[in-house]
């Protein structure tokens, strides 16, 4: 009896051994979503423009693609209004919980400068760069500027005589054309026509240029009906390979319209990595790639410390440009 109990207790104590090996080896390598249960719900991905645009359909392609990664559904929202304004003080309010996301472009720039919101670019965090494009300078494909400088030449002839359509009063496009203008030294008159009028401005003759997103600028390029005369990029652009940056010009003008993701200030280190390494993977996804090849943004992710260096640099720039320009009026504490 008493070697049926021994018996029993030693296949009882392996058992046990081996039930609590196999539970230790899963604690220390559990699936990534068990570590903190993140994500366990959907998140808002804020777009800070309307429905329709570039920034609207580059931005709902990646949430679809970062859900894929996640597991879990990223659902896109259209907040409009400010210049980016409404989104980045919704998202800067939200709860720093990772289920928020600030879809951000150099409006979180422009719109801090311009003081449409309280606070800087800074106030929120970010979780690093998707891609970037140029905002060429284009006329109408019948235009008599076949050149950048034939426009420049002109301009200078004819100051404040000719107008230069842009999205909106202190956007990028915006902020861009002053840059140009600048650089050149050319005087015109900049009209904010918006960004659905922005393009139809040109063609009806309302403006005579205009400075706009490449996405935005394509799809009438390739029709033949706008022509793009230069980029303020630092060089050219793949899917335009014969439009000068304006550098190579000899007119110092760089800014481009750069895309990524924000949160709310406070959101723990872990989702941040997380989002970012959905981010990154969303980004180079076979259907972003095929998108960017189509409308001319390039994808270039950048982590975080990158980004901020980045945010850093442009932020300083686009201060200089709305200050010379008397455009600036930074709500918040220097």
């Known amino acids: 009896m008493m070697e049926v109990d021994d018996a029993m207790k030693h296949h009882l104590s392996r058992r046990t051994a081996l ?10 390598a559990p699936p990534a979503a068990a570590q903190d249960g993140y994500p ?16 609207d359909i580059e931005g709902r392609l990646l ?18 209004g400010g210049g980016g304004a409404v989104t980045y003080a919704h998202v800067k309010n939200a709860k720093p919980d990772g289920y928020t996301l600030a879809w951000n472009s150099t409006s979180i720039l422009t719109s801090t400068n311009l003081g449409n919101v309280p606070f800087k670019q800074d106030a929120l965090d970010h979780i690093g760069r998707v891609e970037w494009q140029p905002m060429p300078f284009a006329v109408k494909a019948d235009a008599k500027w076949k050149t950048f400088q034939d ?4 301009c200078r002839a004819k100051p404040k005589t000719y107008k230069v359509a842009n999205s909106g009063a202190g956007s990028a496009t915006h902020v861009a054309a002053i840059a140009l203008m600048e650089a050149v030294d050319c005087e015109v008159v900049h009209l904010p026509v918006g960004v659905k009028r922005r393009n139809a401005s040109v063609l009806s003759g309302e403006a005579d240029a205009m400075v706009a997103p490449l996405t935005g600028a394509i799809n009438l390029t390739k029709g033949k009906k706008l022509r793009l005369l230069a980029i303020p990029s630092a060089e050219r652009n793949p899917v335009v390979p014969d439009v000068p940056t304006a ?4 007119f110092d003008a760089t800014l481009d319209l750069f895309r990524g993701l924000s949160v709310p200030k406070g959101t723990p280190s872990k989702i941040k990595a997380k989002l970012a390494k959905a981010m990154t993977a969303a980004a180079k996804s076979k259907a972003f790639q095929d998108l960017a090849g189509k409308s001319g943004f390039t994808i270039d992710p950048l982590p975080v410390a990158d980004f901020e260096r980045l945010l850093n640099v442009e932020d300083a720039k686009v201060k200089r440009i709305m200050q010379s320009a008397g455009l600036y009026q930074s709500k918040a504490a220097e």
Request: proline fraction near 6%; glycine fraction near 14%; charged fraction near 15%.
């Open 151 to 154: 426009f420049v030449a002109d």
């Open 40 to 55: 366990s719900k959907s998140i808002q991905f804020i777009i800070p423009f309307a429905a329709g645009g570039g920034a």
């Open 63 to 80: 949430a679809k693609e970062m859900s894929k990664v996640l597991g879990a559904d990223i659902v896109p929202i259209n907040k409009p």
């Open 19 to 28: 039930v609590l090996g196999a539970v230790a080896l899963l604690g220390l």
């Open 247 to 250: 550098k190579e010009l000899g």
